[in-house]
Structures are given as structure tokens and as C-alpha cells.
């Protein structure tokens, strides 16, 4: 494929520094995040410059958790949450709690991208499908859980982990991590197939 050329391969580069810089600036802030005056500083750029790559401040934030979501290690793991150890679902949020700012954005962009004109909603809906699917289906492998057990359990899960970083952000003394692990160690207990 050809490389972009002229002002568009300009504007690449300069969204991918942009969008570099505000990890950099939401990775060293505390829950309420950076501004974005730190982050243009970061780049010793206007305020206006940032958004004139991306739009719209909308735009800009929706990137900056799709650019999360492809630098977490978690995200690009070969071997992803259909593994056997389920606990690696408490890694992830216990992950997630070295970077409380980037938390709160992905949980505001979450829920503002439910409205279909959000330009995040079809990246959101299929992530939410796509990480429910493959944990179910490990469940199911790894588990031997029942096709419809396993969907609910991974739904569960998936909403327990988004509530405790919720509950986490109000109180920074909540173990995400241990919370998540005894729901996983108490569902599998009472779900999984009885040996014989």
C-alpha cells in the first residue's frame, strides 16, 4: 500500500504524536485526567492545533482510549482472556488502577459512545461483544461450562470489572483486583460441572 503523502502524511504523524502525548500526560495524572492545555503543552502546541487534527474534543478523547486499547499489553496478549486463568481479568484492572485518569476517560467514553451518533459506539459495541465471546468460549473450553452459563458469566464478569473501577475511582482503597478474583473463584465453584 502506498504511503500517505504531503499534508495527509503530516497530519498522521502529528495525530499519532498528539495522541502519544496525551497517554504520556493521562498515565501520570491522577483520576480527574489531564487538560488539555498540558497535553498541547506536552507538544508546544495551541489548544486549537489539537483539535484541529482530530475535529472535536469528542474526537480527540475517543481516540486517545482506541490508542489505550492498542497500547495495553492486555489488549495485544497472543494469548488473550480465553486462557485458562481467568484471573487475568484482575491483572487487567489491577493494570488499569497505574493509570486512574485513563480509567475515568475510558468509563465516560463507555457510556457516551451508547448514543449511535458517538464516534466510538460501533468500536464499543463490538469490543464489549468481542471480549464476551472469547471469554465465554474459554469458559466453555476451559471450564466445561454450559454454552448459556458461560455467556452470562462472561457478561458478569465483564460488568464487575467496569462497576469496580467505578467504585474504585470513588475509593481508591477498593481491591479490584481480590474483588474480581473471589467472583471468579465463587461462579466457577458453583457453575462448574460437578465431578463424577
Known amino acids: 500500500m502506498a504511503q500517505p503523502r504531503g499534508p495527509y502524511r503530516k497530519s498522521g504523524a502529528r495525530r499519532a504524536e498528539i495522541l502519544a502525548a496525551a497517554l504520556a500526560e493521562y498515565a501520570a495524572a491522577d483520576a480527574g485526567g489531564p487538560t488539555l492545555k498540558a ?12 483539535l484541529y487534527h482530530f475535529g472535536s474534543r469528542e474526537e480527540l478523547f475517543w481516540e486517545i482510549v482506541r490508542a489505550r486499547d492498542e497500547a495495553d499489553r492486555f489488549h495485544r496478549d497472543e494469548a488473550p482472556l480465553e486462557a485458562e ?9 489491577a493494570h488499569n488502577a497505574s493509570t486512574p485518569g485513563l480509567v475515568k476517560l475510558f468509563l465516560e467514553q463507555a457510556v457516551a459512545a451508547v448514543a449511535a451518533s458517538h464516534p466510538g ?3 464499543m459495541r463490538e469490543r464489549y461483544i468481542s471480549f464476551a465471546t472469547g471469554l465465554s468460549a474459554g469458559l466453555c473450553h476451559a471450564k466445561g461450562l454450559a454454552p448459556k452459563r458461560a455467556d452470562w458469566l462472561a457478561r458478569v464478569l465483564i460488568a ?8 474504585w475511582l470513588y475509593n481508591p482503597q477498593v481491591d479490584m483486583r481480590r474483588d474480581l478474583g473471589e467472583l471468579v473463584d465463587l461462579a466457577l465453584a458453583a457453575l462448574a460441572p460437578q465431578a463424577t
Open 160 to 167: 464487575t470489572a467496569d462497576g469496580l473501577q467505578i467504585q
Open 85 to 93: 486463568d481467568f484471573h487475568r481479568l484482575g491483572e487487567m484492572i
Open 121 to 123: 459506539h460501533r468500536y
Open 39 to 50: 497535553i498541547a503543552q506536552r507538544l508546544d502546541l495551541a489548544e486549537s492545533a489539537l
